[in-house]
């Protein structure tokens, strides 16, 4: 069993950052797979980044790729998404996403766990 909270969501002007945060309960974290997807009003949830839980390989949307970086910190059982250059487009509820030992980040359905979610608001 893992359980994700997420932290660091909030209300920002186009062209800020913010940082959030995922924290992992568990003793296995390092052989998690981890995901950031969201979901914009009226859309479907989306893959935003992930890092492999084997040799760290990260993975991007498109739509994000050059400003968004993700992050892990085994040792304290959390994984980052730097957000810069931010846009209204990337307004959304932000998930974290756990998955044991899995390689193909991009796959929602693989995943097995999920925190709460955070609101990111990117203002125009």
Known sequence: QLQLVESGG???QAGGSLTLSCAASGRTF???????FRRAPGKER?????M???DG???YADSVKGRFTVSRDNAENTVYLQMNSLKPD???VYYCAAAFVLIDT???????YWGQGTQVT???
Request: glycine share 14%.
């Open 10 to 12: 909030g209300l920002v």
């Open 30 to 36: 390092s052989r998690y797979t981890m995901g950031w």
């Open 46 to 50: 989306e893959f935003v980044s992930g």
């Open 52 to 54: 492999s839980w084997g």
């Open 57 to 59: 390989a990260t993975s």
């Open 90 to 92: 990337d307004t959304g």
């Open 106 to 112: 991009q796959n929602e359905a693989r995943y097995d």
């Open 122 to 124: 990117v203002s125009s």
